[in-house]
């Protein structure tokens, strides 16, 4: 599997917790991605894509840290599952229109983004979404 084989080559396996989301974050980006563009050639990714691929990549590691954050909250929550699942959408499409921007910022006359940029992106992101769903209950 292709997805595999990538991620095991860009993520070492070290059996921790945050290494485990990073690896699980990766291969949902990935699979996605094939999802989305089943003639991507994961093994000779054009630029355009390598950018695309980390904008999924990085949402999909905010979003696992939002879901992990708030999971307790959201099953003692007495809303009816209809709306629980209107949250998740919602914050699902503000996080990946937020990343996608944030990305396209940082990537703006730079042929890469640092490590210092992708970690403000994430703690920005997550920061921002409980500031605008935090009040949803």
């Known amino acids: 599997d292709v997805v595999s084989a990538v991620v095991n080559h860009v993520i070492e396996s070290g059996g921790s917790a945050d290494e485990e989301s990073c690896r ?3 291969a949902e980006a990935l699979s996605e991605a094939l999802q989305k563009k089943p003639d991507l050639d ?3 990714v054009l ?4 950018w695309w691929l980390m904008e ?3 949402g999909k590691i905010i979003l696992r840290q939002i879901f992990f954050d708030i999971g307790q909250i959201f099953e003692k929550d007495v809303v009816t599952p209809d709306i629980r699942v209107s949250r998740v959408d919602a914050i699902v499409e503000f996080v990946e229109s937020y990343v996608s921007v944030q990305v396209k910022e940082a990537r703006n006359g730079n042929p890469a983004v ?3 940029d992708v970690c403000k992106i994430i703690r920005d992101a997550v ?10 209950r």
């Not at 630029?47 to 390598?50: A, G, H, T, W």
């Open 56 to 58: 999924l990549f990085v």
């Open 24 to 26: 699980d974050a990766m």
């Open 127 to 136: 920061r921002l979404t409980f500031d605008v769903f935090g009040r949803m």
């Open 42 to 44: 994961l093994l000779n």
């Open 114 to 116: 640092s490590q210092k």
């Open 47 to 50: 630029e355009e894509d390598l």
